[in-house]
């Protein structure tokens, strides 16, 4: 193929989105003859999509300087504005203000006969994004203004962004619905193949946000499957780098992708952590989650841990994990300490569902009582259904331990309602199992037994060995030889402490065996007492022998 041929090759593959194809025949074609700045434009945005920032940021620094010294101010701004937006995704906000400064300079001292309205559009553009990074308030006006004027001049890529800047400006102004279907109608743009690429990637983190804040998880779950299907029609894309990263494995791991959300985050993992970037934390974070559900929990703790290292506080999913490691003290410890300090709105109400799980396992019904009554206010807070899942299985837990089935099997089925609407199939599994015990209680062992193999069913289908091997051990008890007389209310860790006893163990040997501190195993010896109607450690011994629990 010959200098002219490998140009025009790699300006149609560039146009089909065929990056990989792009890349080749532009370098080859800067190799042999050099680009002009629109061409070099070209290649740093196929660079950037490509994963190769230094190359992007090169070439658009020579397309700015070319068009400057051409007179081209229409270039010179695109590659201005262009190296400040891939530098303030990179967060290295003071070299992208140097770089929006540079193309204000160029259009303020531009003639009025330029001949194109774009140049002024795309810095008042740049210049309301860095405002926005920086939090300011009250900038729905301006970026409405921007988009109706991209819209005149039919430039998309502007128009996206400005409406993605109005949407989420509308959302963390209050007007959240008005702000989500500003947000839907950018992101059907995108997801259409209108937007290039570089903004499309932006509009989709930041939409994705806006799901969390307003924990819209049936949002979140449909446009990262829209973008999927997108991206993957795009050969070689790399389109994702940041935080927006780690909510893209969030969702996947909500919606059971976990398979998919294990590779994410292993190249998240990798991305934040050369260079090093704060972001890495959240990352080790999500795969630590991935671990934990899988049963793999020595990979989890060392993930946990590193999360912490990168400044990551690791609740709820450690306590989760010290839950799953038979350890109810510690969980306790470490989400009443994430708690006492300021907790993000869109993560409180899944770390109040924690808590109030590793309380009961704790035997301390009074806090968690009070617990979901914070979980109660949040979901009159947030009208999401996210928030009433993770209430009622809260109050589903809290009905069971206190003896109230009836109320746990309504709450229970409420939550499985909410989880299967939601498509999170982990949470709906668990939920069923909530289901199955309320069923049990009231003596329907054959509804509890359909539930139990639903939730089975769905861990396997996960690979969720932990909660897979729970439901299991609770198809295999048999209720009709239950040994325990009527009325006894004996929790699954009270009769932990009470065959230890009866084995002749000390409490400070039993709280060694068990995980707990010596308090905690007197206050379960105490309860013990109360409900079996004795006062001493031997009686309490001959119970257990008498009703082979030891």
């Known amino acids: 193929m010959d200098d002219a041929g490998l140009l025009e090759e790699g300006r149609r593959s560039y146009d089909a989105h065929d990056w990989s194809a792009a890349y080749r025949s532009l370098c080859a074609a800067e190799a042999a003859t050099g680009l002009d700045a629109r061409d070099r434009i070209r290649l740093a945005l196929t660079s950037a999509l490509l994963g190769h920032d230094d190359e992007c940021e090169r070439h658009l620094a020579e397309a700015f300087r ?154 979140s779950v449909e446009w990262t499957a829209a973008l999927s299907r997108w991206c993957e029609a795009q050969p070689g894309l790399v389109p994702y780098r940041g935080q927006c990263l ?95 300090e300021p907790v993000e709105s869109t993560v409180l109400p899944v770390v109040l569902e924690a808590y109030v799980e590793a309380l009961l396992a704790s035997d301390d019904p009074v806090e968690a009582t009070a617990v979901v009554g914070r979980l109660r206010e949040a979901a009159a807070d947030h009208d999401v259904p996210m928030v009433g899942a993770l209430t009622a299985c809260a109050e589903a837990r809290l009905a069971l331990a206190t003896g109230d089935p009836a109320t746990a099997l309504r709450s229970g089925r409420r939550a499985w309602t909410l989880w299967h609407e939601l498509e999170v199939p982990y949470q709906a599994a668990r939920s069923r199992v909530l289901v199955a015990q309320a069923c049990r209680a009231l003596d329907d062992e054959d509804a509890a037994r359909m539930e139990l193999e639903a939730a089975l069913s769905g861990f396997e289908e996960l690979d969720a060995r932990l909660d897979a091997r729970s439901a299991q051990q609770l198809l295999a008890q048999d209720p009709a030889h239950d040994t325990a007389p009527a009325g006894s209310t004996l929790s699954p860790r009270e009769r932990e402490v009470i065959r230890l006893l009866a084995s002749g163990l000390t409490n400070r040997a039993i709280a060694g065996r068990l995980f707990l501190s010596e308090k905690t195993v007197a206050r379960h010896l105490s309860n013990i007492f109360t409900k079996l109607g004795v006062s001493t450690r031997t009686a309490a011994a001959a119970y257990a022998f008498e009703h082979h629990l030891a």
């Open 246 to 340: 780690v909510h893209r494995v969030e969702v996947m791991l909500l919606r059971g992708l976990w398979d998919q959300a294990v590779d994410e985050a292993e190249r998240a993992c990798a991305l934040f952590s050369h260079p090093p970037q704060a972001s890495v934390g959240s990352a080790l974070y999500e795969r630590a989650e991935l671990h934990r559900l899988r049963g793999e929990l020595e990979e989890a703790e060392e993930k946990y841990t590193r999360a912490s290292r990168w400044g990551h506080d690791p609740q709820p999913g450690l306590a989760l994990l010290r839950l799953a490691q038979g350890r109810p003290d510690p969980a306790v410890t470490g989400l009443r300490r994430s708690l006492a």
């Open 66 to 219: 070319e068009g400057t010294d051409a007179g081209d101010i229409a270039t010179a701004v695109t590659a201005a504005f262009w190296a400040s937006f891939v530098l303030a995704n990179r967060g290295e906000t003071a070299r992208s203000r140097g770089w929006c400064e540079r193309a204000r300079r160029l259009v303020v001292g531009a003639p009025d006969t330029v001949g194109a309205a774009h140049p002024a559009c795309m810095v008042v553009l740049l210049e309301s994004l860095l405002a926005f990074r920086e939090g300011q308030g009250d900038l729905a006006p301006r970026f409405a203004a921007i988009a109706a004027d991209a819209h005149a001049h039919r430039e998309p890529d502007l128009e996206a962004l400005a409406g993605m800047g109005e949407g989420y400006s509308l959302v963390l102004s209050g007007q959240v619905e008005a702000g989500m279907r500003r947000l839907d109608e950018v992101m059907v743009a995108v997801t259409g193949g209108e937007v290039h690429p570089m903004a499309a990637g932006l509009v989709y983190c930041v939409t994705i946000d806006a799901c969390r804040c307003t924990l819209d998880v049936h949002r």
